[in-house]
């Protein structure tokens, strides 16, 4: 199959290495992988923001780059809410409709591709540490995302999964919201944290690089004594 | 800025860094979800009950002139008399020409969000009446002179140690911390207060249309008191609570009682079909029901959103709600909090003077899954922050975001911004975390990761031209 990648403007300006880890995954299981270079964005930071028009000018070229894809994969709950979910919706009565609406189902979270569309969930990973993880509020609650991350670290070697009691509580992180509350934002990140610390758990790991860029960002600051990683990550390790 | 959002912004600073209301919001709110599961539970199919609340509520939404037309009907066939109020001030107006009338001088409440959005205690003390609320939260917060901190519980956010204080201090008693001690104490008081009470007031719950009657859900039995024993019994409610048939209670009772108070039914559900009929040995002398608009129609008009008004004001998405856990009901500023207050405020009220509440929200969710007539509140907050940059946009985010679209949409402005960036962030430590550093909002209370050596981008570059 021909993989298109679509790769979130944070991943590729701060965790360079999910990409290359996916990469990696794809290839190995004899997938061809194409990564269009640009647009950098969905366009979610001024959706969310209330800028529709200036987020379509970013969706229109997001949507022609990937019209011609077999099946996209996006590393991201979020951004993949974003075409999967709300595209339909911001382009609604527009000439792009159509064309939203047809791409919707091509694309796929990066744990969602491997376990729903290619039944793949061991990967031959080996990760000897315990871990907790964080479900990213739009993959889990707009894409329905709960499982497939679960079953791929079942099958990760000597990995031990302790489920948090926030587990799908959101981290705070929200995008833009992020800086416009940062008092509410940061509140919420130190409850996620608590809850996370309590497993014992070495790892947050989640599919979520942008959350985990706020929760690492939080860990650094107050230096609590957990790491953060993106599923990814772990399922390359050996 | 708004002065609503600048008490906003003030007021969750300070509550977020509150450590002890976090941490007493947190626990009561999280013992509420694993009780609030185990009633859930016990539904044969939770999901396929949301589903048909929807549905009667959508259409009930989408034919309300006929429904209630009919509840108009039903209640005037047995001598309610019905009223119709299109904004706050008539529907005040009402109320005092009512107490006037009827010469009252004391009125009894049950508790009632919508006496709330009018401010009708406000209305009553200032015209010169003694005004009790009798729901035991809604008591407690009226004696220390603050709102209702939830919908559902309006003293949630006060410890037992609190409460028997202010009791002391108003009441001029409390014997212990002991909630039956406490709850004693406010029915001493109470008890003499029904009897003297020359009106009561209520809200409303539902309102059926097929047999004009209003129902109405609590656990204390104060409403039935404040119903039954003074002579005028007035209903306050929001046009929307109209249900179609006396059946659809039998789903959205226990449903209000599991999603509201984990409960599998509430203590008393009581309907009210008229006053005192002849032959019946008790009841109001004169039942009066006030249909308060207050923009709800001009909400129906609005077919993206019109659905806000399936609300049953259960309070679910506030207890799910992350922002609500960490800056609490008051912070709002306004009579509806969390989710759902953030949602409708700024349709009730002004979208620019209150359009922040769309904004404090991370989107999560959690509230659109909570509710159990589905409306899907977080894509509302998304609606209403469009409406207000259409309305009114912000000059230098609207450049700000042009400007990003055309950095996102090309190769070469990415990469620049990338150089740009990675160069700036050398710097960026001089003035780290201070009020100069122009990722102040972030960097505050965390760190920044770095900028990649080598980003994806570049990577993927060099790749592909090594490979050929």
Request: hydrophobic fraction near 40%.
């Amino acid at each position: 199959m021909k993989v298109t990648l679509f790769i979130p403007c944070y991943i590729d300006l701060f965790y360079p290495q999910v990409g290359q880890c996916i990469v990696r995954i794809l290839e190995e299981l004899g997938h061809g992988v194409v990564c269009p270079e640009s647009p950098a964005c969905c366009g979610q930071p001024a959706f969310n923001t209330g800028y529709w028009d200036e987020t379509r000018t970013v969706a229109v070229k997001v949507m022609e780059r990937l019209r011609e894809a077999e099946v996209v994969v996006i590393p991201s709950g979020s951004c993949g809410a974003m075409i999967k979910v709300f595209y339909p919706e911001l382009f609604a009565g527009t000439p792009h409709e159509a064309l939203a609406r047809e791409l919707a189902p091509r694309c796929h979270e990066f744990s969602a591709f491997l376990v729903n569309k290619l039944g793949v969930t061991d990967l031959g990973a080996r990760f000897p540490h315990k871990v907790t993880f964080h479900d990213g509020c739009h993959g889990l609650r707009e894409l329905d995302n709960k499982q497939p991350p679960r079953a791929l670290m079942a099958k990760v070697r000597d990995l031990e999964l302790v489920e948090m009691s926030e587990a799908e509580t959101c981290c705070g992180f929200g995008g833009t919201f992020a800086a416009k509350f940062p008092m509410i934002s940061t509140a919420m990140g130190e409850v996620k944290c608590a809850s996370a610390l309590e497993t014992g758990a070495e790892y947050i790991v989640s599919c979520d690089s942008s959350c985990l860029m706020h929760l690492q960002g939080l860990i650094d600051r107050q230096r609590k004594p957990i790491k953060t990683l993106h599923l990814a990550e772990i399922l390359v390790q050996r | 800025m708004s002065t609503a959002a600048t008490q906003f912004k003030r007021d969750a600073r300070r509550l977020t860094a509150d450590l002890r209301h976090r941490h007493i919001i947190h626990s009561a709110l999280s013992q509420y979800e694993v009780t609030r599961d185990e009633k859930k539970a016990l539904f044969q199919d939770w999901q396929g009950a949301r589903q048909l609340a929807a549905g009667i509520k959508w259409e009930a939404v989408n034919h309300l002139d006929r429904y209630v037309d009919q509840f108009v009907r039903g209640l005037e066939a047995r001598g309610t008399r019905v009223h119709w109020a299109r904004t706050g001030q008539q529907a005040r107006d009402i109320v005092l020409g009512i107490l006037k009338s009827r010469q009252a001088r004391m009125v009894v409440k049950s508790k009632a969000m919508t006496t709330e959005e009018i401010h009708l205690n406000e209305a009553m003390e200032g015209a010169g009446y003694e005004v009790v609320e009798s729901d035991l939260g809604e008591f407690i917060v009226q004696l220390r002179g603050e709102a209702p901190y939830h919908i559902v519980f309006p003293a949630m956010h006060l410890t037992r140690g609190e409460i028997r204080e202010t009791f002391q201090r108003k009441l001029g008693g409390a014997p212990s911390d002991n909630p039956e001690a406490l709850t004693m104490v406010a029915r001493r008081v109470l008890r003499r207060k029904y009897i003297e009470a020359d009106a009561g007031i209520t809200g409303a719950n539902f309102a059926i249309a097929e047999t004009g009657m209003i129902s109405i859900t609590e656990n204390e039995g104060n409403a039935r008191l404040a119903a039954a024993l003074p002579k005028t019994m007035i209903t306050l409610l929001g046009l929307e609570k109209v249900l179609p048939r006396l059946e659809d209670l039998a789903l959205f009772l226990p449903m209000l009682a599991t999603v509201g108070a984990a409960q599998l039914i509430s203590g008393y559900n009581t309907m009210y079909g008229g006053p005192r009929q002849p032959g019946e040995a008790d009841g109001p002398e004169e039942f009066h029901v006030i249909l308060l608009d207050h923009q709800r129609t001009a909400y129906l008009a609005d077919a993206e959103q019109r659905d806000a008004l399936h609300c049953i004001r259960c309070g679910a998405c506030l207890n799910v709600c992350p922002i609500y856990r960490n800056v609490g009901g008051h912070t709002y500023g306004t009579t509806y909090s969390g989710p759902i207050g953030a949602v409708i405020t700024p349709n009730l009220r002004n979208l620019q003077d209150w359009k922040h509440l769309s904004y404090a929200s991370s989107l999560c969710g959690a509230c659109s899954e909570a509710c159990p007539v589905q409306i899907p509140l977080h894509h509302h907050l998304l609606r209403n922050r469009r409406n207000s940059t259409r309305q009114k946009p912000c000059w230098w985010q609207r450049t700000a975001f042009r400007g990003y679209a055309l950095v996102a949409n090309s190769c070469r402005g990415w990469g620049l911004v990338t150089r740009l960036g990675r160069f700036g962030q050398k710097f960026h430590g001089l003035i780290l975390g201070s009020r100069l550093d122009p990722a102040y909002a972030w960097t505050k209370t965390r760190d920044l990761p770095p900028i990649a050596a080598q980003t994806f981008k570049e990577w993927w570059r060099r790749r592909g031209k090594t490979r050929a």
